[in-house]
T-cell receptor, first 112, second 114 residues
């Protein structure tokens, strides 16, 4: 699976959009971009995934650049409960069957 | 609650003792995964099962570690002769494969070896 690079930490004001970047310059054509987050003392939680088109669900939006070498997770109206470590993961195939390879993630702090 | 559950949530043991953790996946999920997470790091894959068959093991899973899923439902992870380096959060996840893209994680078991 391709390696990802994320900033170690970010701050965001409550109610504002949080934009979390991820670089995956070695991504290959059949690799998907997944985002998970881990709130303190909990297990990771799936957020969203995509291949090349932008995706949106009730939690977030995922913007993938045209060359697929980077992506941005957008939390449109961050709340204090969004404070967590966010992991960008690149993995072959859409199937959840294979293991997840987590990096260090981005620690997002949402401030009042 | 129909999510993934793990027991115990916390375990303190002395070096050299054996410990066993249990994971109960979401009932219809056929895949079950174990991960380990040390402080400040992302989770690291240990092993996974498809029903009762153990299909893959990480090189992190030394001979002191053994995992089972005897009837394709719950799973146990045993660590023999614990070492201080085994102190970590042990996470279990489950999924329905093929077809599902999401792994559902439990709350984890935090192991402290003194």
């Amino acid at each position: 699976d391709a390696k990802t690079t994320q900033p170690p930490s970010m701050d965001c004001a409550e109610g504002r959009a949080a934009n979390l970047p991820c670089n995956h310059s070695t991504i290959s054509g059949n690799e998907y971009v997944y985002w998970y987050r881990q709130i303190h003392s909990q297990g990771p939680q799936y957020i969203i995934h995509g291949l090349k088109n932008n995706e949106t669900n009730e939690m977030a939006s995922l913007i993938i650049t045209e060359d697929r070498k980077s992506s941005t997770l957008i939390l449109p109206h961050a709340t204090l409960r969004d404070t967590a470590v966010y992991y960008c993961i690149v993995r072959e195939g859409r199937n959840a069957g294979n293991m997840l390879t987590f990096g260090g993630g981005t620690r997002l702090m949402v401030k009042p | 609650d129909t999510g993934v559950s793990q027991d115990p949530r916390h375990k303190i043991t002395k070096r050299g003792q054996n410990v066993t953790f249990r994971c109960d996946p979401i009932s219809e999920h056929n895949r079950l995964y174990w991960y380990r997470q040390t402080l400040g790091q992302g989770p690291e894959f240990l092993t996974y099962f498809q029903n009762e068959a153990q299909l893959e093991k990480s090189r992190l899973l030394s001979d002191r570690f053994s995992a089972e899923r005897p009837k394709g439902s719950f799973s146990t992870l045993e660590i023999q002769r614990t070492e201080q380096g085994d102190s970590a959060m042990y996470l279990c996840a489950s999924s329905l494969a093929p077809g599902s893209y999401e792994q559902y994680f439990g709350p984890g078991t935090r192991l402290t070896v003194t």
